[in-house]
């Protein structure tokens, strides 16, 4: 996995996107939890992303695909 966007908001870390081995772009969404090591599957983007920035803000966060020139909101749980 290449170009994924990791950020931590609460006491998850969400793993966004990237590219696989073979060039294609992911949109899943997957949290990790640091404690346990477990990662799961808890959504998609509206679209592939890879090299996004992912900033928290509040009980969200802000995903900016600079490439697609979108800001997306992911609100956590």
Known sequence: LDDATLV???SQLYLLGGKTAKGKELSSVVRINPAT????????MPRPIAGATA????????IVDG???IV????HQ
């Open 8 to 10: 931590a908001s609460g």
């Open 72 to 75: 997306y909101r992911l609100k």
């Open 67 to 69: 490439a697609g020139r």
């Open 37 to 44: 090591g477990r990662a799961t599957t808890v959504g998609q």
């Open 55 to 62: 900033v928290p803000f509040g009980n969200e966060v802000l």
